[in-house]
C-alpha cells in the first residue's frame, strides 16, 4: 500500500459521515440504543478493512493501519452521535441538575 497513505487517511475521515448514516440505516432494527456506538465501531472497522483490502494492502502494517482507523472513525461516528442525541435531549436530559427534576424550581 506504498503511496496510498493519503487515500488512507481520506478514506477513514470519510468514512465518519457514511458510518453515521449506516447507524441511522440500520436504528429501526436495533432498538436498545446502547449498542449504536459498537455499531458504528463495527462499520468503521468494516469500511476500513476493506478500503484496505480494494488498496492491496499487503504487509502487517497496512492491515494494522487499516484496523486503527477502523477503530478511529467508528469512535468518532459513535461520538458524534452521542453529541448529537445529547444536545437534542436538551437541559432535560441533564441528570445531575436537581432543578431539573419534575421542572420545579424553589421560587416557582
Not at 40 to 67: E, K, M, P, Q, R
Not at 79 to 93: N, P, W
Request: hydrophobic content about 50%; overall charge negative.
Amino acid at each position: 500500500m506504498e503511496g496510498n497513505e493519503f487515500i488512507t487517511s481520506i478514506v477513514a475521515l470519510g468514512g465518519v459521515p457514511l458510518i453515521l448514516g449506516l447507524v441511522q440505516l440500520f436504528k429501526p432494527f436495533v432498538t436498545d440504543t446502547r449498542f449504536y456506538p459498537l455499531l458504528a465501531l463495527g462499520f468503521g472497522l468494516a469500511i476500513n478493512l476493506v478500503a484496505g483490502w480494494a488498496l492491496g494492502a499487503s504487509a502487517a502494517s497496512d492491515w494494522v493501519t487499516a484496523l486503527f482507523n477502523g477503530i478511529i472513525a467508528g469512535m468518532a461516528a459513535g461520538g458524534l452521535y452521542s453529541a448529537g442525541s445529547s444536545l437534542k435531549e436538551g437541559a432535560a436530559a441533564d441528570k445531575t441538575d436537581p432543578l431539573h427534576e419534575g421542572d420545579q424550581h424553589e421560587t416557582d
